[in-house]
């Protein structure tokens, strides 16, 4: 399968399948439980894809504002600055791993 850019807005969910279940139900009592329950559901699940944009914008931002500055990077992180040092010792082109170390370390939940 060829990479896609991430396309978050394909998770959201509206509950729409529920439609024709919920007519299903006998009892007016039941289909409010299962309107209020697919209600919730469906909040829970679109309240979480927005806390998921909001986190892959910030780990956007960190990558693009280190990207190429790694200067910048242990000056503001400084609690890397041993593992930078150590991985400037390990690669011979420091220059050519930096940026990719850092994409790898600012998305390292979705590259796991």
Request: net charge negative; with cysteine.
């Amino acid at each position: 399968m060829k990479p896609q850019p991430l396309d978050l807005e394909e998770f959201r969910w509206d509950g729409s399948e529920f439609g024709e279940e919920y007519h299903s139900y006998p009892t007016e009592a039941e289909r409010e439980i299962v309107y209020a329950v697919v209600d919730i559901a469906v909040k829970f699940h679109n309240g979480d894809i927005d806390k998921i944009k909001q986190r892959f914008k910030s780990a956007c931002e960190f990558w693009l504002r280190y990207k190429d500055n790694p200067k910048l990077f242990i000056r503001e992180h400084p609690e890397y600055l041993e593992k930078v040092r150590r991985l400037q010792r390990e690669w011979y082109n420091w220059e050519e791993h930096y940026n990719k170390w850092l994409f790898k370390l600012a998305f390292r939940g979705v590259m796991e």
